[in-house]
């Protein structure tokens, strides 16, 4: 099983570790509760050299892209981040992926851990006449993020320029006062937990350098609290909210190509399509927490038996003191405000359907 660059320095740091998308992960350090705290008060650092890169370089770059996923990548500006999808023939997700433009010709497009070999080897399938160039650089780049309020200042005073006027979803090439060494890092102002933050893209080599230079500035944070902090921000995660059982349109990314009108794979199977489910955030003010696959019921229907979704994930959430839950759920009944009941171990507990994010940071 693959590790990344900064195994042994986990190690050190007494990592708890953990299999994710094929690699050894650090779960947590010492307490996920304080990891998440940290990231939602001050910084956290992540190691997430698990994620993909895929170059994709060429005169046709911008056209194989709008074909291979389902936003308008030609659109996109240089030095922009989209968020978007891949789908097979029948519209099922591929994966959730981000798509940074480096220049009119290059690309960098950067898969979930677990499916950077479904990505590569449907782009590579996909390639057919056009004039790109692939290459698969997973095993070349390493990624660290600095995540929370006080993100910004920390890179402040590592990096030559300045990211303060950096917008969300934008990133550049840049140099990181790493020590005595000078290390060269794609920034990145993007992430998963609901904060202000950064991710440093940089090569294998470099990983500890980068590592060590943010890690006196913040709190080591493994990918439990990564997982709470994006459930509370209400991010799908793939395997969870999204797989190859929904859509786009079930995910809510209809509008990523409603006015495509550029090809693309899947279409056909996208156009016009009506909702099978939708993902609808649930709280409750009890304490007991609903996990992924407990069934959600209408408590009002005639026999209290109608099935309306299930749970994709949930937990208690830190930050707000209650349990939370992502659901695929019947469009007919998802609508806010909605009172339902929750199977937990045999018990129904009640829940209520809730606008989402559940946590949004203030100066968002």
């Known amino acids: 099983m693959p590790q990344t660059p900064l195994h042994a320095t986990h190690e050190a740091l007494g990592a708890t570790f953990t299999d994710f998308g094929?690699?050894?992960?650090?779960?947590?350090?010492?307490?996920?509760?304080?990891?998440?705290?940290?990231?939602r008060s001050g910084v956290g650092i992540f190691d997430l050299s698990h994620m993909g890169e895929i170059d994709v370089?060429?005169?046709?770059?911008?056209?194989?892209?709008?074909?291979?996923?389902?936003?308008?990548?030609?659109?996109?500006?240089?030095g922009k981040a989209k968020y978007s999808m891949i789908v097979d023939e029948q519209g099922g997700i591929l994966d959730d992926l981000i798509t940074y433009r480096f220049g009119d010709y290059h690309y960098m497009v950067v898969p979930n851990a677990a499916n950077t070999d479904v990505v590569w080897e449907a782009f590579q399938a996909r390639k057919g006449d056009f004039d790109v160039e692939l290459r698969n650089d997973s095993q070349t780049f390493a990624l660290v993020a600095v995540q929370g309020p006080g993100s910004l200042e920390v890179l402040k005073q590592?990096?030559?320029?300045?990211?303060?006027?950096?917008?969300?979803?934008?990133?550049?090439?840049?140099?990181?006062?790493?020590?005595?060494?000078?290390?060269?890092?794609?920034?990145?102002?993007?992430?998963?937990?609901?904060e202000d933050g950064f991710e440093l893209f940089c090569?294998?080599?470099?990983?500890?350098?980068?590592?060590?230079?943010?890690?006196?500035?913040?709190?080591?944070?493994?990918?439990?609290?990564?997982d709470s902090l994006r459930l509370e921000a209400s991010m799908p995660l793939y395997g969870h909210e999204l797989t190859t059982d929904i859509t786009p349109v079930e995910a809510g990314m209809g509008r990523a190509f409603a006015k495509k009108d550029a090809d693309f794979v899947g279409?056909?199977?996208?156009?016009?399509?009506e909702p099978s489910v939708v993902i609808a955030g649930l709280t409750s003010?009890?304490?007991?927490?609903?996990?992924?696959?407990?069934?959600?019921?209408?408590?009002?229907?005639?026999?209290?038996?109608t099935r309306i979704g299930v749970v994709t994930s949930g937990q208690p959430s830190p930050t707000l003191g209650h349990p939370?839950?992502?659901?695929?759920?019947?469009?007919?009944?998802?609508?806010?405000g909605t009172e339902v009941e929750i199977d937990i171990r045999g018990r129904r507990y009640p829940f209520t359907i809730v606008e989402t994010p559940f946590y949004k940071r203030k100066d968002a």
């Open 324 to 336: 939370v839950a992502l659901a695929h759920i019947d469009p007919a009944h998802a609508e806010v």
């Open 57 to 78: 370089m060429g005169p046709d770059a911008a056209a194989f892209l709008d074909y291979v996923l389902i936003s308008s990548l030609s659109n996109l500006a240089n």
């Open 203 to 226: 090569v294998f080599e470099d990983a500890q350098a980068v590592w060590d230079a943010v890690i006196p500035h913040g709190t080591a944070c493994g990918l439990a609290a990564r």
């Open 22 to 39: 094929g690699w050894t992960m650090p779960l947590k350090y010492n307490n996920e509760l304080e990891e998440h705290r940290a990231v």
């Open 285 to 305: 003010s009890e304490r007991r927490a609903a996990r992924e696959g407990s069934e959600i019921f209408l408590p009002d229907s005639e026999d209290g038996e």
């Open 158 to 194: 590592l990096l030559v320029d300045d990211p303060s006027d950096l917008p969300y979803y934008s990133g550049q090439w840049t140099t990181l006062a790493a020590g005595d060494t000078n290390v060269e890092v794609f920034v990145a102002r993007t992430g998963y937990t609901g």
């Open 267 to 273: 279409k056909q199977a996208l156009v016009d399509r």
